[in-house]
């Protein structure tokens, strides 16, 4: 079974519905998703995959189930290769900001090496300091600094919780690309402009943020309180993880149009660094109006869908929107009750986010395109 989206060469996505029985429980059709994709001819033995996800900060429930993902990881074994799950440290302060921490997150969440078949790696490094410079002619940024362990694994293949964000409107495969393989100086010069903000009245002059700032852009003034040098300041955002006091905070109030700009850059720059191409995967389930970084989850806004696969991000990224777009809104959720015929249920929910713009943006960068071929 298949379907169209008005193409002469449509992008293949691969679509399981979830349907199952006795002879073909989920890990037989996972499996058979899998194989349908033809990734066994990009494998090589010995070759260290990367299982790029989110482990979900503490308090959500909607991230993507260690049940679901164990069957990829025994397809990846048999196939001679080392998977390993892995994912970055976040900007924001919370349990997911420095290796250890995160490492303890993701054990509570389920993500057991030892029942999984795979180690689990934090690809940024304990303080987000293993990091490699990629270089790629995006409009706003030359320079990338992403993930040195994402950069240094021979495979990637990206999985993805499909859901909503309030930046992004939803949050998919290109997301999870763009941001989830930055390190922190990187998801910096995404949200912030590089540069912290400063609260001068909460400072109290200890100097903890001056010990850590490797470029030297952070001193303190004749008052006894903190400066920043603009032009020294790298976005690394040490300062921010290590003030006591609160005094240096992350200026989230970006435009939205230039986020979505510079995440897409970031994404693209991600996949000029694999030699073989990579396969995407949007798990359509729990699909919630925000992101798993949230320390909740609300009600999903529709039911569970399905999971899709396809090597074009942005054609399985407007797949997955499509088909979350044509299913039935469910109630009670965030979805108001003068939005259940709207065409875009996330444009609903977040009005100003400019999604026509983020399409457009990713066809530009060579992303991929629109068009797809629905594959049953």
């Keep these: 079974m298949s379907e169209t989206r008005i193409s002469e060469n449509p992008s293949a996505v691969y679509y399981w519905d979830l349907r199952a029985s006795q002879k073909a429980p989920f890990d037989v059709r996972m499996r058979k998703l899998l194989k349908a994709t033809e990734i066994a001819k990009y494998l090589r033995t010995g070759d260290l995959v990367a299982l790029k996800i989110h482990f979900g900060e503490r308090g959500s429930t909607g991230f993507i189930s260690p049940q679901l993902i164990k069957p990829w990881i025994n397809f990846f074994k048999k196939s001679g290769t080392k998977p390993f799950l892995t994912d970055t440290n976040t900007l924001y302060s919370g349990e997911r900001n420095e290796a250890v921490s995160h490492l303890l997150q993701a054990a509570e969440h389920g993500f057991d090496p030892n029942l999984l078949g795979a180690p ?40 993805a919780h499909f859901k909503g964000h309030i930046l992004t409107g939803f ?46 852009a952070l001193y303190l003034n004749p008052e006894g309180i903190i400066g920043i040098n603009q032009e020294e300041c790298i976005g690394c955002a040490s300062c921010v993880h290590t003030c006591p006091t609160g005094a240096i905070k992350l200026n989230w109030q970006v435009d939205t149009k230039f986020f979505l700009e510079r995440m897409l850059e970031y994404a693209a720059a991600v996949l000029k660094t694999r030699d073989f191409p990579t396969l995407h995967v949007n798990f359509l389930l729990q699909i919630s109006p925000g992101c798993d970084c949230n320390n909740y989850n609300d009600a999903p806004i529709c039911p569970d869908i399905g999971i899709l696969a396809s090597y074009d991000p942005l054609a399985l990224d407007r797949a997955s929107l499509d088909l979350v777009n044509r299913a039935t809104p469910l109630h009670p959720s965030k979805l108001s009750s003068n939005s259940e015929n709207s065409e875009n249920k996330f444009s609903a929910i977040y009005p100003h986010v400019p999604m026509n713009h983020f399409f457009e943006y990713a066809r530009n960068l060579g992303l991929g395109q629109e068009n797809y071929q629905l594959i049953q």
């Design 120 to 159: 689990l790696i934090i690809a940024d490094g304990i303080k987000s300091n293993n990091q490699e410079t990629v270089q790629f002619p995006g409009k706003h940024f030359e320079n990338f600094y992403l993930a040195g362990d994402i950069v240094r694994a021979e495979q990637l293949l990206n999985l």
């Design 171 to 216: 949050g998919g495969a290109l997301k999870n690309l763009g941001m989830g393989c930055a390190t922190r100086r990187g998801k910096m010069q995404q949200h912030c402009d590089l540069a912290p903000m400063l609260k001068k009245e909460f400072c109290q002059g200890c100097g903890e943020c001056i010990r850590v700032c490797s470029p030297g």
